[in-house]
């Protein structure tokens, strides 16, 4: 007679604990919000129910004996090449709920990944490599529209530039932290990457979940977003940023809205979104006031008069098949900053199959959109960002080499401040104090500790692109932008290496 | 009665005549008439301050959007947009506006003597002592108060410019509702409502808080307001406040 569901034992992951080495202090039972630990009143020891385990490695990083490791579930089905217990547990759950799948995280589907199959060039003989330890090496980046041509006038004191150049966000890394909403992520998370920002001289991305009002000090290393829900949106809201962003799309779900659950609303979040507490925040699929590009134009200028054309205004899609076409219209329509962003991207909740199914690498729509807005001879007009699976800094550089101006980065982010990818954000109940408002579990992230995480990992990441930089004979990064010829691939077809419009190695 | 300025809009594009608007603003005006206003757009745009506006002819797309406490009047047809993300204010319309009226609107008031477009009110939402008001005195289009979060949508379906048979919303309507209230003056057919949604009775005080603001609207345009309040009203409101709670199954 079942009484539960089929599928309970199928759990993901096992609980291996040492029983000589634990100790039964419990910490386990109260740093695991699933409450996987218990404590067992009759056998008077700490026990564990493996089938609550997510597999975060909470419990494994803070056991003071080191007794518990945390290993995937060894019990196998059935070989099935096709039938893989991935499908088999998706399937198990919707037979017992109905319910459609849902995920955090990106996706851990396999699919090519093409910065693996790109290789740097370095200098050797000619054109002598450069140790940015001992000369200098320019990282800074501007983001923003920039000229056709510049007019110099000489005046008694020297040149002056002449042209008008339009509003910037200037970046002292090629590098920003993405959207990652005020709810979505706490309020903790938020104070430690806008003062991650500041310390570096870069910019974070508030997301769709407005701007907290201890953190408007940090605007001029903010950019604030604008998306369908128009969550947070209002006058002071737009003029506190360094530059506005519309988000039409995400990489981690392209085509679908936002969904915060109420759950996750507490008061904090209810004040910068401006919704009532434990109401639903729904971001609608598109934007209702956009159907068309001339309708993007309108929600573009319509920024722009509010912030008297102060700061850019950014637009940001997932990257889908069309996505030079739709990039060369958004460009005409007067956005200063253009953002692609991958199927690998992060996400607080996605339906798992939009996530794992939708979009394509961003590699290659990185490539198409740069040969596009050249061939139109548009590319000066915006500059071109990507986000969504950056890991390390060769992917940066890569992405650059491609025709990137700068990259957005979250996962890595997050990853740095302790975030394990068990991928259940959408819960609320993250036990690395990342994805959750629960009063309990946020304080586990000191904002000051995480922000000193945040800004190494970026310097960190900047002095690896100096050295790859130097090495290539390059003193400058904006040397490198779109300058395939520094990029070969290997292991990659014709057609592969025709889009993303670099030479196989050994060419 | 504070200092008043009038600007004529005959042949200056949307840019330099918001400049002009700002402009005004900086100096003190607290009153702007806007002459032979023909489409241009963004007219009110973020304006933060209570300044009163009388706009003659039609302004264009997104009027008042994102606008905090402006009072803004126009004597014509409005074009797509206004009141988008708007915070506070109030605006008066003698004659129709166009789709996304009220789009994302958190507080304020926006009247409408006559029909409203598509995708009226869309995800207006309230907040704290903020609701958002829409009020129309004819039809409107599909999607009316879809996604609504918060706020009132009044829709009289009396001066119209649509034919007699034409239904008074359109398809769609309030799909996704998860907050607010829509009344709707007249027949609405059950097949027009969004999935989950019904008509509710309407209470006493659903009764005064729909004269409060018809009778504004008699007002602005010169209305009978006991003529509309003689109509019958259906009410329509969410089913939850977590209309897509339990659609979900987690996994990694």
Sequence with gaps: MLFKPISQNFNDFVIDRDKERCINCEVCVRQCSYEAHFWDDARQCVMHDNTKCVGCHRCEALCPTGCLTIKKNPADFRDNALWTPTYMKHIYKQGDTGGILLSGMGSPSAKPIYWDNLQLDASQVTNPSIDPLREPMELRTYLGSKPDKVEVEETPEGPRLKTKIGPQIKLEYPMMFSAMSFGSINFNLHKAMAMAATELGIVYNTGEGGLHPTLYKYGANTIVQVASGRFGVHKDYLNAGAAIEIKVGQGAKPGIGG?????????????????????????????????????????????????????????????????????????????????????????????????????????????????????EGIRNWASLVVAGGTRCSADVIKAIALGADAVYIATSALVAVGCTLCGRCYTGKCPWGIATNEARLKKRQNPEIAAKRLTNLVKAWGHEIQEMLGGMGLNSIESLRGNRDKLRGIGLNEVELDILGVKHAGR | MGKKVTLDADGVYYKQLN?????????????????????????????????????????????????????????????????????????????????????????????????????????????????????????????????????????????????????????SLGTGMHGGVMYIRGEVPEYQLGPGLSFHPLEEEDMAFIRTHVEAWAKAFGKDAEEAMKGTFRKVKPFSKRPYGNMYVGTN
């Design chain 1, 259 to 375: 969904h915060l659950p109420g759950e996750k609303i507490d008061e904090e979040v209810s004040k910068t979104r401006m919704v009532p507490v434990g109401s639903d925040a729904i971001s609608p699929a598109p934007h209702h006031d956009i159907y068309s590009i001339e309708d993007l134009l309108q929600l573009i200028y319509a920024l722009k008069e509010a912030t008297e054309y102060r700061v850019p205004v950014s637009v940001k899609i997932a990257a889908v098949h069309n996505a030079p076409a739709i990039a060369s219209g958004i460009v005409r329509a007067g956005a200063d900053i253009v953002v692609l962003d991958g199927f690998r991207g992060g996400t607080g909740a996605a339906p798992t199959m939009i996530r794992d199914n939708v979009g394509i690498p961003v590699e290659l729509a990185l490539a198409q959109v740069d040969n596009r807005l050249r061939d």
């Design chain 2, 19 to 171: 400049e002009q608007i700002r402009d005004a603003i900086r100096n003190g005006a607290e009153e702007i008439e806007l002459l032979n206003v023909r489409g241009q757009r963004y007219i009110g745009n973020a304006i933060d301050k209570p300044v009163k506006f009388l706009v003659h002819g039609v302004p264009g797309q997104d009027m008042a959007a994102f606008m905090r406490g402006a009072f803004i009047r126009v004597e014509g047809n409005a074009q797509d947009g206004v009141g988008n993300t708007m915070d506070d204010g109030e605006i008066e319309i003698n004659g129709m506006a166009g789709d996304v009226l009220g789009y994302a609107m958190r507080g304020g008031r926006i009247l409408v003597k006559q029909d409203v477009g598509y995708r009226v009110g869309i995800h207006m939402k309230a907040y704290m002592d903020k609701a958002p008001i829409i009020v129309a005195g004819g039809k409107a289009g599909d999607f009316l108060g879809e996604y609504m979060a918060g706020g009132a949508i009044i829709l009289l379906g009396m001066d119209s410019t649509m034919p007699e048979n034409a239904p008074i919303t359109g398809r």
